[in-house]
């Protein structure tokens, strides 16, 4: 078989761009030593040329943030109709809005922490004071604040107080138009890989967030030694096995392909809450889903290529049908 | 996300004194220096100003294409075919003799009086900081700095811990009766000061220059204190009226360390700087570098050498002034225009305009929405190494075109519109948010 000649697309605009370009660079390396033949390109007016110069034979959209993973560069390849590794446009826009994603996620009968996600206008239309005390009388305390798209935890934090409310929607204004804000469940904190190299999708070992700060933010996301890992998570087999189920729940119920990775909270009482879904997960030195396939026994580069070699025949088998 | 406890719950396997992995395996023998080197979300943020979408008014890169790269381009190209063999070999570790020549009429417009074995030539100004930093300061000593101060040398004198104490300025630049004040209180504390480090012509991020009238004051201030004073110059002949003011230097030889910088007159990728000290000092700032690096580059510094023997440099420092000088006007005519309810400094020179946000916005929190936007600056909080300057940034004008220097301003003013808009409207206060360690661009992002 020749070497499958891989395009994969990092940078972009978003707030993520820093993120994105690292992912790229870690995924091109893992497939160069899988025999792959891989091209990295930021997206810019000269990438659909390289995309189309007939030296591609599929793209790996490692984008993360606005038009990564909201739908709208997938939607560009299904167009000039090249094949590409993750999930579909319509999936991803689902899945990008965490607001709309709680959503689908309570259709299927997931549990989520309970929410309000609201844009900044209506806080200034109807004052902010009253709607904030109104969010804090039904939701309780704490609180999380996050932006409702975007992710790497940028703008999101935590609230103990009402006091800090206000300050903590300013933050989070900052990144985005929309903010989501969700009763804060104690617990334990995991991530778990959804892959799908075959027939069907199976889940990876869960893999136990502990940040030293108690806040997984960016920080604690990209500095090395700022975050303790166990993987697996050190939960009970059963509680292993049901974070697991609402993972390849939520990778069915969102129509997603080849990877994903569910973010939960497993509370007092061991029962898993979902509270997102990416659909372009961070692929870094410090991300979640290299460390989760290494716990399953796997080489992340053997993983890629099988994921590549997916794309490529379920292409082939859709042109013969 | 969501916070974690960690906790013992009924679904959690209790697996006592286990550890999990922490992706650094190194991570219990780094060196106490070390902490705080974490990633930092803002210095993330960077990394889209570099796309051509963004107008940088962040990085305070040199606008290169003003230099006449054919002429440079030829003359490397001899450096390498004629002195190949001494180019491209070790040499000094105090520097090229040549070179040290040279520096010696770059200097005289700042008065700067020197033989050149008081030189030693560094990797750019900021290796000369680090040496400085390293043979005087202990941990817990103390680096008396301006309030706002380079970032690049509050990041050295971080990574030697020592603590920095800011005095503040004015438009005249450091102010002699806060600094006084500042050394006695120290004094009384029993604080060891080795150094009052500062930018005294045209002045990052200030944009300031101290006046001809304070500089022998400040000069006898140190010595009444007996410390050492570091003065950095990287701007000094690019101001745009008048003559270059006399370098601290030429007031108290024994008492200053001058350094100085072919950085902004020149070109940073050649990385080549110096520092003109005192004998004992200089011998020892020598064994410093030798330690550290044996040598600076022999191809950058007889590239520089050959660049101001064999060009008009005087001639291509006033294109950069003009240039500068026009970028500058462009900035203050475009925050006049668009941006009335902020202060701002008039620069002399320089690169770089200090900005104060109207009702106490933080200019660190603001910077996500100016990237959305399409707009990049330094937060203040880069420039102090306390929790000061929330509410200023900095304005670089030196690298955008006039029209793009416009534009950026043009999305500035959105970009604090909506943010007074979301202030008022939550009542939040400004400086309530963590300040976490705010860096500024990397070198190689505008």
Known sequence: MLAPRVLILAGGLSHERDVSLRSGRRVADALRDAGCEVTVSDVDAQV?????????????????????????????????????????????????????????????????????????????????????????????????????RGGSGLGASAVRTAEGLPQAMVDCFAYGDVALVEKHIAGVEVAVTVIDTGDSPFALPPVEIVPDSGLYDYDARYTAGATEFFSPARLTDAALESVKAVALAAHHAFGLRHLSRTDLIVDADGEPWFLEVNVAPGMTETSLVPMAIEAAGLRPAAVYRQLIEKVLSDRTSVAQA | MQTGDGGVTPGRTPRTGESGSRLDHWLDSYAARTRGMTASEIRALFAVASRPEVVSLAGGMPYLHALPLDVVGRSLAKLVAEHGAVALQYGSGQGDPGLRERILDVMAPNRVVAHPDDIVVTTGSQQALDLVTRIFVDPGDVVVAEAPSYVGALGVFRSYQADVVHVPMDADGLQPEALTETLTELKRAGRRVKLLYTVPNHHNPAGVSLSAARRPEIVRIAQRFNVLILEDDPYGLLGFDGDPLPALHSLNPDGVIYLGSFSKTFAPGFRVGWAVAPHAIREKLVLASEASILCPSSFSQLAVSSYLADHDWKHQVGVFRDLYRDRRNATLSALDDMLPSAQWNVPNGGFYVWLKLPGGLDAKAMLPRAVTQRVAYVPGTAFYADDQGRDHLRLSYCYPTQDRIREGIRRLAAVIDAELEIQSTFGAHPGQSPNRRVYAPSPDLT
């Open chain 1, 48 to 148: 659909l040329e390289t995309v189309l110069s007939g030296r591609v034979d599929l793209v790996w959209p490692l984008l993360h943030g606005a038009s990564g993973e909201d739908g709208a560069v997938r939607d560009v390849l299904e167009l000039v109709d090249i094949p590409y590794l993750g999930s579909v446009p319509a999936a991803c826009r689902l899945s990008w809005d965490k607001s709309v994603a709680k959503g689908v996620v309570q259709a299927a009968g997931l549990r989520t922490p309970d929410f309000v996600a609201l844009p900044h206008g209506i806080f200034r239309e109807l004052g902010a004071p009253r709607v904030l005390t109104a969010m804090v009388e039904r939701l309780g305390l704490p609180l999380v604040v996050k932006p409702a």
